[in-house]
């Protein structure tokens, strides 16, 4: 059984995850986007221990403190997809554009994360779905024994990921949200969604039938 708590960090209001089973204390942490002395506190506060960082794409409020947490812990940092590698290069670029200093260096992850890899919590078990459309490596993480996603930036409570950004297609994310987000659900379970901004919500029927109607 999964336990995960929240922070949001930075002026992009970014949710950053920790994520650990209940049978013990080794914890990931996914998206740190930034603001790392809050997220240490954060950290400490909940008595874990980070073993590896996720990232589920490469814009740079999702991975501004990656660097910091994996030099600090001596852990890796996992995914995204490599198709984000251009991403994740382009980082100083990012820095500017949004006025961000320091600026964010380059980096390349420890490893990269591929459609159905899977990534071990406790006793738990995250599988990786590949789901490019916001950008071009993006991935969610799939647990089927609680029915949570953790979804990124690709689907919101009341809307779906943008496409306009640095390696944005919107083919690609409908096409995402169609054949690998929507068929999680089934008519027996909901499933919870833990996005990249903005709270923690539900996807049933009723919700896969308003992001149709509305965005695609």
Not at 97 to 106: G, L, Q, T
Not at 112 to 132: A, F, N, Q, R, T
Not at 199 to 213: A, L, N, P, R, S
């Amino acid at each position: 059984m999964l336990n995960f708590k929240s922070q949001v960090v930075t002026n992009f209001h970014e949710n950053s995850y920790c994520i650990w089973s209940y049978n013990n204390t080794k914890a990931i942490l996914v998206d740190p986007g930034g603001e790392p002395k809050k997220l240490l506190k954060f950290i400490k506060n909940l008595k874990i221990s980070i073993t590896k960082i996720l990232l589920t794409h490469g814009h740079i409020d999702h991975v501004g403190a990656a660097v910091f947490f994996s030099k600090l812990y001596r852990i890796p940092i996992i995914g995204p997809h490599i198709h984000d590698n251009f991403l994740l290069n382009n980082l100083p670029n990012q820095s500017k554009i949004f006025n961000i200093y320091p600026k964010i260096s380059a980096f390349v992850p420890h490893r990269w994360l591929s459609d159905g890899d899977e990534i071990v919590v406790g006793s738990s078990v995250l599988k990786v779905i590949y789901c490019p459309g916001h950008s071009p490596g993006h991935i969610a993480l799939w647990n089927i024994e609680k029915k949570i996603l953790i979804s990124g930036d690709i689907i919101f409570k009341y809307s779906i990921g943008r496409t306009d950004l640095l390696g944005g297609n919107t083919k690609q994310m409908k096409n995402s949200l169609i054949k690998k987000i929507f068929p999680l659900f089934n008519k027996s379970d909901r499933v919870k969604i833990l996005p990249g901004h903005g709270e923690t919500f539900f996807m049933d029927q009723e919700y896969i039938d308003f992001i149709h109607k509305t965005f695609l």
